[in-house]
């Protein structure tokens, strides 16, 4: 198995980023051919570090199916063993307490023996099975708050109403290319101008969530919902991560004020900095392997920046308020 080969054919002629598709994307649900909800029968994988995967958990969190679905925590510092991959040496003997797996391809060549891309988080896994079952995280966490509503704690907010579900899917997609892949495309671009041309597009939308934050408290009025969270888990890593190793260095999240109030706001919520660690995320994105499995350069842990600063007054109320029926 070849991801280091892989993870380079994610790199286009142009040298812009192009994100490898999702392998296992059978829905969740009760419907012929779909995933059955059933309570501890799946585990969530995920790494601290990662995005993708820490939205899913702010979700999991949220709507209290902690007991429903598991966790399982791969290390934020890739393993230097020649190929990208995730590995569980935060745990006794370096392997997932309960899946008994070292690394996270392990669980994907279970599924599919011939598995070729990069081993992914958040990945759900079917337990008995040890395989992967579901790696789409761009819709992981609209099935954790519509069908898998039975396991819902008492009282959970609707991050996923009925009658918005088109805007928000709408705004979803324009996060996830220009913000959420936007920093990644920064990143790992390899042409100056796939890079300019990603850089342009991340700060255009950046300012467009800015003015839109200008008016109401959230990104679709006084209530929490799914496009918050995804929006969420790029801010907090912006000025950790993006902003020097990506090079996504116009603005600081800081230097934006609605976005930076607005990010304060959601991380002192439950669910949302109670999950973020940012230790996790810098040490990943400054230490750990990124798009080369084979580098040596030496690195260094950036001392900065002030994370207290999250921590201090955003007044968000002020704006719009907040809906009681979606307090969280």
């Not at 101008?193 to 467009?208: G, V």
């Not at 801010?235 to 109030?261: C, H, K, Q, S």
Request: proline letters at 5%; one cysteine or more.
């Amino acid at each position: 198995m070849n991801l280091h080969k892989k993870k380079l054919e994610e790199i286009s002629q142009d040298g812009s980023f192009k994100r490898q598709t999702n392998r296992f994307t059978v829905p969740f649900g009760q419907g012929k051919g779909e995933l059955p909800i059933e309570s501890g029968r799946y585990r969530l994988l995920w790494s601290a570090a990662c995005p993708w995967a820490h939205r899913a958990v702010i979700v999991r969190r949220i709507l209290g199916l902690e007991d429903a679905i598991s966790l399982g925590t791969a290390s934020p510092m890739r393993p230097a063993i020649g190929r990208v991959d995730w590995e569980f040496s935060l745990d006794d003997g370096n392997k997932d307490p309960v899946l008994g797996t070292q690394y996270v391809s392990e669980v994907y060549l279970n599924a599919d023996p011939e598995y070729s891309g990069r081993p992914t988080v958040p990945v759900m896994v079917d337990i008995k099975k040890k395989k992967a079952v579901n790696n789409d995280y761009f819709k992981l966490t609209n099935y954790f708050e519509t069908v898998w509503s039975p396991f819902h704690k008492e009282n959970a907010p609707d991050l996923y109403p009925e009658h918005l579900r088109n805007e928000i899917d709408e705004l979803n997609d324009k996060i996830f290319h220009d913000v959420n892949n936007g920093v990644y495309k920064c990143g790992f671009a390899q042409s100056q101008e796939a890079y300019e041309e990603s850089f342009d597009q991340l700060f255009s939308r950046l300012d467009e969530l800015e003015e839109r934050l200008s008016e109401q408290r959230f990104l679709h009025g006084g209530f929490i919902t799914d496009s918050d969270v995804r929006l969420y888990t790029t801010l907090a890593r912006f000025d950790a991560a993006y902003y020097n190793g990506f090079n996504t260095n116009l603005n600081l999240l800081r230097e934006m004020p609605n976005l930076w109030a607005y990010a304060r706001d959601l991380y002192q919520t439950p669910g949302f900095g109670d999950t973020t660690d940012f230790d996790a995320i810098k040490r990943h994105y400054h230490l750990s392997i990124t798009i080369n499995p084979d580098s040596t350069d030496s690195r260094i842990l950036p001392k900065g920046p002030d994370l207290s600063l999250w921590n201090t007054p955003h007044d968000r109320e002020k704006v719009s308020g907040r809906d009681e029926k979606y307090l969280i």
